[in-house]
């Protein structure tokens, strides 16, 4: 069955650094989607991608999809505090209708 | 637009009582989600429903969870008997359909403690 892995499961950065979260599946996706959930919080969506090597940003973010389908990337330039919390990303097969949300990174961050 | 409502936000009972959420969809979605978050990890789907129809139960434990949203907008999930690994927070999400874009609206979730 669809299987998708999410690493690290934990990062500690400073306050500046830069942050990666990686998503793999074992299976070829028909698209990808990224939330974040605040400590205490619920998942808000944050962006879907849907292309092979597509790439998108939203200020300090950037989100890419793999040419091949299978994984994905969120990459956070220069962390502030206000980013913490636990990125998802939520994949779908292709042809299918069934979403399935990774085990998360979670983000702590060091002022 | 309103957000996702969902009650109780929280929960305790005992093992082997009964326990019913409830959600309120945002306006207009067509797709209602159930899921199940543990600590620490990632939201698992329980049942996923197209207006009034199941779309998706392969994860519900059918012999002690059931779910219905019978006039294709608000939505109840019942547990019962709870067993002690029934611990986690529910929530329910929205969405406009399940077509190509599908971005997924979560309620605030309700924090059941079985004891």
């Known amino acids: 069955g669809q299987q998708v892995m999410q690493i690290p499961q934990y990062q500690h950065v400073q306050e500046g650094e830069d942050f990666t979260t990686y998503c793999n599946s074992s299976?070829?996706?028909?698209?990808i989607q990224w939330y974040k959930q605040r400590p205490g919080g619920h998942p808000v969506f944050l962006i879907q991608?849907?292309?092979?090597?597509e790439v998108k940003k939203q200020k300090r973010l950037t989100f890419q999809f793999g040419e091949a389908k299978k994984n994905s990337s969120l990459h956070i330039t220069a962390t502030q505090t206000t980013d913490v919390g636990t990125y998802f990303c939520?994949?779908?097969?292709?042809?299918?209708?069934?979403?399935?949300f990774g085990a998360g990174t979670r983000l702590f961050v060091k002022a | 637009e309103a957000g996702v409502a969902q009650s109780p936000r929280y929960k305790i009972i005992e093992k082997r009582q009964s326990v019913a959420f409830w959600c309120n969809p945002i306006?207009?979605?067509?797709?209602l989600y159930w899921y199940q978050q543990i600590l620490g990890q990632g939201p698992k789907l329980l049942i996923q429903?197209?207006?009034?129809?199941?779309?998706?139960d392969s994860q519900l434990p059918k012999d002690r969870f059931s779910a219905e949203r019978l006039k294709g907008v608000d939505s109840t999930l019942k547990i019962q008997p709870a067993k002690l690994e029934d611990s986690a927070v529910y929530l329910c999400?929205?969405?406009?359909?399940?077509?190509?874009?599908?971005?997924?609206?979560f309620g605030p979730g309700t924090r059941l403690t079985v004891t």
């Open positions: 939520a994949v779908r097969n292709t042809g299918g209708f069934k979403t399935i």
């Open positions: 429903f197209q207006n009034n129809g199941v779309v998706d």
């Open positions: 999400a929205s969405s406009r359909g399940t077509g190509e874009i599908y971005e997924q609206y």
């Open positions: 299976t070829t996706l028909s698209n």
């Open positions: 306006s207009g979605h067509a797709t």
């Open positions: 991608l849907v292309k092979s090597g």
